[in-house]
């Protein structure tokens, strides 16, 4: 699954966070670049086993790896390439736009999960709109046992809302999610459990448990 050199380059690249150092390990970065294209094409098959949409919107595995280079037009001052990779697997269209399963690998900090994080104006309306519709029915995706077991930190987003979103009730029952500015349910994960012989069957397992909450999400956004 996960290589060990994957994880030697990311952090050395945590360590060393310039153009020549990244330049004089191109090769090590073009290796593990390839790592997560193979991961990638094994989650597709996998997840798509459960969810067929995932085979239709991803059909190029590698267009799934995100890119180590930071667009620093809204990163100035930070180092110019990130320190982890993800494999982002659509459901639809844009993951900006649309809920994805996804798989994290950074040194120390991996996990996998479903859900939608830095979200799109228009989507984030919609979504909100569908969470104060139906607050049971979402709730009743959000916060059922299963979820709650494998996603022991509830959902998290990149940020909340200190106040009631403009047109919506304070005391609305499901506030607290109207609030947040994603819905990502993510599950740690070692570097022992991505870089094991059975890392796919785990991770297919967490994004299974996700899949309600991306459904509800896909339906939301597309109206």
Same mark, same amino acid.
């Given at each position: 699954?996960?290589?060990?050199?994957?994880?030697?380059?990311?952090?050395?690249?945590?360590?060393?966070?310039?153009?020549?150092?990244?330049?004089?390990?191109?090769?090590?970065?073009?290796?593990?670049?390839?790592?997560?294209?193979?991961?990638?094409?094994?989650?597709?098959?996998?997840?798509?086993?459960?969810?067929?949409?995932?085979?239709?919107?991803?059909?190029?595995?590698?267009?799934?790896?995100?890119?180590?280079?930071?667009?620093?037009?809204?990163?100035?001052?930070?180092?110019?390439?990130?320190?982890?990779?993800?494999?982002?697997?659509?459901?639809?269209?844009?993951?900006?736009?649309?809920?994805?399963?996804?798989?994290?690998?950074?040194?120390?900090?991996?996990?996998?999960?479903?859900?939608?994080?830095?979200?799109?104006?228009? $989507?984030? =309306?919609? #979504?909100?709109?569908?969470?104060? !519709? +139906?607050?049971?029915?979402?709730?009743? %995706?959000?916060?059922?046992?299963?979820?709650?077991?494998?996603?022991?930190?509830?959902?998290?987003?990149?940020?909340?809302?200190?106040?009631?979103?403009?047109?919506?009730?304070?005391?609305?029952?499901?506030?607290?999610?109207?609030?947040?500015?994603?819905?990502?349910?993510?599950?740690?994960?070692?570097?022992?459990?991505?870089?094991?012989?059975? $890392?796919? =069957?785990? #991770?297919?397992?967490?994004?299974? !448990? +996700?899949?309600?909450?991306?459904?509800? %999400?896909?339906?939301?956004?597309?109206?």
């Amino acid at each position: 699954m996960i290589e060990k050199h994957t994880f030697d380059f990311l952090k050395g690249i945590a360590a060393h966070n310039d153009k020549a150092w990244f330049e004089e390990h191109r090769d090590d970065y073009e290796r593990s670049k390839a790592n997560l294209i193979q991961v990638a094409g094994l989650l597709i098959d996998a997840a798509s086993r459960f969810d067929p949409n995932v085979a239709k919107a991803n059909v190029e595995p590698e267009r799934c790896v995100t890119r180590i280079n930071r667009d620093m037009r809204f990163a100035k001052g930070k180092p110019p390439y990130k320190t982890e990779m993800f494999v982002m697997l659509n459901s639809v269209g844009d993951y900006h736009a649309s809920a994805s399963y996804y798989l994290h690998v950074e040194p120390g900090a991996c996990y996998a999960g479903g859900g939608i994080f830095m979200t799109k104006p228009k $989507a984030l =309306d919609n #979504i909100r709109k569908r969470i104060a !519709a +139906a607050p049971d029915k979402w709730t009743g %995706i959000v916060e059922t046992a299963e979820m709650r077991k494998t996603f022991p930190d509830g959902l998290t987003s990149p940020e909340t809302l200190k106040r009631a979103p403009q047109g919506y009730d304070p005391d609305h029952p499901a506030i607290a999610y109207l609030r947040m500015k994603g819905f990502c349910a993510n599950r740690p994960l070692t570097n022992k459990q991505v870089q094991g012989d059975d $890392a796919v =069957d785990i #991770i297919v397992e967490i994004f299974k !448990a +996700a899949r309600p909450l991306v459904g509800f %999400i896909n339906g939301a956004v597309a109206g």
